[in-house]
């Protein structure tokens, strides 16, 4: 019998489901792409994470695939997965992997390492006034609110200075805040993909017009690109910067023009990034030959 690989999702995510998320077709393409450069060699399995831990334990290799839902339960997310590994399934990305990149803090210590990063304060829960302190603190006129545990700009802030919207505003989470980089609207952001620690392809991604998100969920395109070599050399850096003894089966590194004109680290997106099989149409065997060879 062929190993099981389980493509991990959640609800919003998975076929058939009546709450499902109108960009999860990104779904049904990563797992088309996986089952492609599988074939004949391994059953792909699209399983809620949330399932009894009996059915998913019954596959060899687990792939956190488009688990979106994970940053509103992540104590729940983290226990399932290392239940799944104590159950003898290879967790790919492992728990230790999540633990380290599910809160966003994790640029500031990349950051201290050498990464070229954003100026960034991280407030436990900010308020109005903390906002106003930023603007000062960066001299600048826009910022950005990110949860520090979050995922697809989803409950993501950017305000103004005497934005009427700040007027008792307060967070709820854990943040992090940052001066607003005009490149995001102007060229975009730049993901390079990376399978096994070995660079696969790359991508801009940009938002429509008068917004600055590239998800898809709110109309952004992707279009494939040769990076630039000294784009590239940043990226394999961080990827020598992640503090684990081997690379992570997949990892993501969204980077984006900052106001000196280098490139810098939005994020290093380890857990369940979508890797655009579109624009990488060697992902699927590359990911597949990844995964058999940690079988």
Known sequence: MPPRIAFLACPATLPGSPTRRPDA??????????????????????????????????????????VWDYTDHPA??????????????????PPEVVRWNADKGYLAELAKRGAPSIPTLWPDDPAEADIHAAFDHFGCDRVVVKRRVGAGAVGQFNFVRGDPALAGWRMGHAAMVQPFLPAIQQEGELSLIFIAGMFSHALWKRAVPGDYRIQSLYGGTEHAVTPDADD??????VIAMLPFEA?????????????????????????????????????????????????
């Open 232 to 237: 590239l050399a940043q990226a394999e850096a």
């Open 247 to 295: 690379p992570p089966l997949y990892a993501r590194i969204d980077m984006v023009r900052g106001l000196d004109g280098r490139m810098a680290l939005i994020e290093a997106e380890l857990i369940e990034p979508y890797l655009y099989p579109r624009q990488g149409p060697q992902l699927g065997e590359r990911l597949g030959e990844a995964i058999l060879a940690r079988l």
């Open 25 to 66: 077709f990104e779904h049904d393409l990563q797992v088309g792409a996986l089952r492609d450069g599988l074939a004949g060699r391994a059953e792909v399995l699209e399983l809620d994470w949330r399932a009894p831990l009996e059915k998913l334990a019954k596959c060899q290799l687990a792939v956190l695939g488009t």
């Open 76 to 93: 729940e997310f983290l226990t399932r997965l290392e239940d799944l590994a104590a159950a003898g399934v290879h967790v790919c990305n």
